[in-house]
């Protein structure tokens, strides 16, 4: 990946506060601060042009009952966005934490966020959405292992 330099003209107090932010954050520089910035804004500008392909992690704290986990699976199952993959964490004897990570259009994925929010029991529930460029798409992804 190359890298290109440009200028920026900002009003004095939007740098200062932007300068506590990276510092407070612990960013090596403005530099990674921006590129930060400039990511989250694409994706959010990616996840409202309704992208074919977009990608989110759906963060759901709900109290543990049985009949609850067979709806969120159910849903899962019959949802038309592709639920991924899921991590399901204890918190507390009461309360689990469950991370879906989700593949689909934006209405796909909003749908399911919505129906699972609206289920009784579940306490919590957030989605963070992001996207990858098309060129990531073309790769295959691998990781060497070296033991």
């Known amino acids: 990946m190359s890298l290109k330099r440009f200028g920026v003209s900002v009003p004095e107090d939007l740098l200062e506060r932007f300068d506590r932010l990276v510092a407070r954050r612990r960013y090596v520089g403005r530099s990674e601060a921006i590129r930060d910035a400039m990511r989250l804004y694409l994706s959010q500008d990616d996840w409202e042009s309704d992208r074919d392909v977009n990608l989110a992690a759906l963060n759901i704290v709900y109290r543990h009952r049985p009949v609850l986990m067979a709806k969120l699976i159910k849903m899962q199952h019959d949802a038309e966005a592709h639920v991924m993959s899921t991590v399901h964490v204890h ?50 992804h691998h990781h060497d292992y070296h033991l």
């Open 91 to 140: 918190l507390t004897s009461s309360h689990c934490l469950e991370i879906l990570t989700i593949r689909g259009n934006r209405e796909s994925i909003q749908r399911l966020a919505d129906q699972i929010g609206g289920l009784s029991g579940i306490e919590y529930v957030r989605l963070f959405t992001f996207s990858l460029p098309d060129s990531d798409e073309d790769h295959h």
